[in-house]
């Protein structure tokens, strides 16, 4: 049985702070403050500060910042066993994990589990999503292709045609071909 523990607020460091939406932040908000707080964050002791009692946040960014921005002092907590690292890779799986984010914005983040030892099929596991998906998309993290990622978020080219560009050695037939396939000179099958 998980112990649920109160952590005071300002003893969490967020190691990996992730963007919100102000409307939401402020939905999250207002409801810790109407209905109180329907589930605990979790955390791992950092044991940094002088008497032991550094955490990090694993889950609950919003929950913790409403808390802060309530001036509610103590956030109840359960209290996970992982050094700084593993935190680390538990909180980008966490954030990763949470919601369908464009691949874009899980690039980095797939290229941090990578870092960090997995392999495409537990990245997947992760983030569930497919083995497949995730070494299309880490070919274009290691070749630095944000801006074909960004073409097949917007659904202007398929993910295999991103590929297919990335591969190519040649600077200018990869631009000639985003090029003609972004302004609708040429269909996939064409190109393909």
Not at 83 to 94: G, I, T, W
Not at 120 to 142: D, F, H, P, Q, Y
């Amino acid at each position: 049985m998980r112990q649920i523990v109160l952590i005071p607020t300002d003893q969490i460091r967020i190691l990996n702070p992730r963007r919100r939406n102000r409307a939401h932040h402020k939905e999250i908000i207002d409801n810790i403050a109407s209905i109180g707080l329907k589930r605990p964050i979790t955390v791992t002791r950092l044991g940094t500060d002088d008497d032991g009692t550094g955490y990090a946040l694993v889950c609950g960014q919003g929950r913790l910042e409403a808390f802060r921005e309530l001036g509610i002092p103590e956030i109840p907590a359960v209290v996970a066993d992982a050094d700084e690292a593993e935190s680390m890779v538990m909180s980008l799986v966490e954030n990763v994990a949470r919601r369908h984010h464009p691949a874009i914005e899980r690039m980095p983040e797939i290229g941090v589990l990578r870092k960090h030892g997995y392999n495409n099929e537990e990245i997947a596991a992760k983030i569930g999503a497919t083995s497949t998906w995730v070494g299309m998309i880490l070919l274009l993290v290691e070749k630095g292709e944000e801006r074909l990622v960004a073409a097949v978020e917007t659904g202007l080219i398929p993910i295999t045609l991103a590929i297919d560009i990335a591969r190519s050695d040649d600077a200018g037939t990869q631009q000639l071909l985003t090029d003609a396939y972004t302004n609708g000179m040429h269909s996939g099958r064409e190109l393909g």
